[in-house]
């Protein structure tokens, strides 16, 4: 360890970073990677040390501190960050909101001919909205609930109304004239719908998309 001298050490503190060293180098770190993460601690082993505090009881048994890197990556790679781009939520939810709408509308209508069905523009603005809405519910209020954003950061319920109720005007689209707002035949709307929920299936797999459909259970 050429950054700090190891013979500062007491005997049972150099032993605690040789097999700290030795249990790094097990789990698969580089000889630099080892190195890096000694010398992380040694000026915290060092100045308790004089107050009679050994490394073992500062950080635990010397296999158990290496091992929590290889746990923590471990953990990392299995349950990888969310993405959480703005376009890519709204996509999400869009993708979901027309799917699911299109071709479950489109089926009552198949079962129930008496029934009006949607126009394209409708279905598009109307899932729009829905997408805009569920991300700014999670934008304004969601992301601040699961105890990993500051409350304090939250924009005012002053400054959110105005938006959220602004979006909403998208979903007027079943005023519009029929020439500009087409109904689509039912089995085209099914395929439409399935293909949208196939493609964001696709989507949330390849991208690891955030869903903002879904509140956090808030922390007791």
Do not use: C
Not at 83 to 94: G, Q, T
């Amino acid at each position: 360890m050429s950054q700090f001298d190891l013979n500062q050490l007491s005997k049972k503190n150099q032993e605690f970073i040789r097999i700290a060293k030795h249990q790094l180098l097990e789990n698969g770190k580089t000889e630099e990677e080892a190195e890096s993460l000694i010398q992380e601690i040694l000026p915290a082993i060092h100045e308790n040390q004089g107050k009679g505090i050994p490394a073992r009881t500062l950080f635990g048994a010397p296999t158990a501190w290496a091992n929590a890197f290889s746990n923590q990556e471990r953990y990392e790679k299995e349950h990888p960050k969310l993405n959480d781009a703005p376009s890519l939520m709204i996509l999400d939810s869009f993708l979901f909101i027309f799917g699911v709408f299109a071709a479950i509308s489109a089926f009552m209508n198949l079962v129930a001919p008496r029934r009006t069905g949607y126009g394209l523009i409708t279905l598009i603005l109307g899932s729009l909205t829905g997408a805009l809405l569920l991300y700014l519910m999670y934008y304004f209020f969601y992301q601040y609930m699961d105890g990993t954003k500051d409350r304090s950061e939250r924009p005012s319920l002053w400054k959110s109304m105005p938006i959220l109720v602004g979006v909403m005007f998208l979903s007027f689209t079943s005023l519009l004239p029929q020439v500009l707002n087409p109904t689509i035949p039912d089995v085209l709307a099914i395929v439409l719908g399935a293909l949208a929920l196939v493609l964001r299936f696709y989507l949330k797999k390849r991208f690891n998309i955030k869903s903002s459909s879904t509140a956090p259970a808030t922390r007791r």
